[in-house]
């Protein structure tokens, strides 16, 4: 079903999932500073003190025409799983933000594993997009070891980012805006492009 909201404007949630100190927020900030042309909200941050996401962050992303992306990060620490799945529900996409560094591999994992609980089916039939952050790290895990690690080789579409210098993040939200799109409006043609990447849903 696509949302209208009480003025008529379509709107799409774009949620951004992942382990602590992935940069789900960073990611966020960086967008909010190369988005120009478009009508952006403010970002509304709740955050303890060391700067970890409490709650969620929000940011409203307004294109041409009556389309707004309402786009939330997760709090990625493990103790946080209840808001985790409240600021899940009704997503249209969802950006799992990989943390490349060899020392965060069993919290990609964790991640990885509570997200699909929490989707069920839909984890294969719904936009997922993967992000594989810090890849400026010296000892950044190769893309194949971390896909085979977290079980989604193939299957998913892949960028590649530094999101604390804003490298490959505006892909990453362009993809994930066009395929909530083609999800919620197209269905037919999102299923024929899920299909190419052996998709069956
Ligand atoms: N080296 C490197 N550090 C990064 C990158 N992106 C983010 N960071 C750093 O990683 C730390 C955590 O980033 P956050 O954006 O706060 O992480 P988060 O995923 O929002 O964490 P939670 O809010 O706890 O879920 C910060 O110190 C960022 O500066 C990157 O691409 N490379
Ligand atoms: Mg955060």
Redesign the pocket.
């Known amino acids: 079903m696509v949302y209208r909201d009480k003025n008529g404007y379509y709107r799409f949630k774009i949620v951004l999932y ?10 966020v900030k960086a967008l909010y500073n190369r988005i120009f042309g478009l009508k952006k909200g403010k970002i509304r941050s709740i ?1 303890d003190p060391s ?3 409490l709650y969620f962050d929000y940011m409203p992303l307004g294109t041409r025409g009556k389309v707004v992306f309402d786009i939330y ?5 493990r103790r946080h799983k209840h808001q985790r799945k409240v600021i899940l529900q009704g997503a249209d996409a969802v950006i799992f ?1 990989v943390d490349s560094d060899p020392n965060a591999l069993q919290e990609n994992i964790y991640s990885i594993n509570e997200l699909k609980d929490f989707l069920g089916d839909h984890f294969i039939r719904m936009p997922v997009i993967i992000a594989l ?5 010296d000892d950044a895990l190769p893309e194949r070891v971390l896909l085979r690690a977290l079980n989604i080789e193939g299957t998913f579409p892949v960028f590649k ?5 804003g490298l490959g993040v505006k892909r990453v939200f362009q993809e994930a805006a066009r395929l909530a799109m083609l999800y919620r409006v197209f269905p037919e043609v999102y299923r024929k492009e899920m299909a190419t990447l052996g998709r069956k849903i």
């Not at 990060?73 to 620490?77: A, I, K, L, S």
């Not at 952050?133 to 790290?137: A, E, G, I, P, S």
């Not at 980012?161 to 210098?165: E, I, L, M, P």
């Open positions: 992942g382990p602590s100190l992935g940069g789900k927020t960073t990611m955050e700067g970890r996401t990060t997760v709090p990625g620490q933000v952050n810090k890849r400026d790290l980012t530094v999101a604390k210098d």
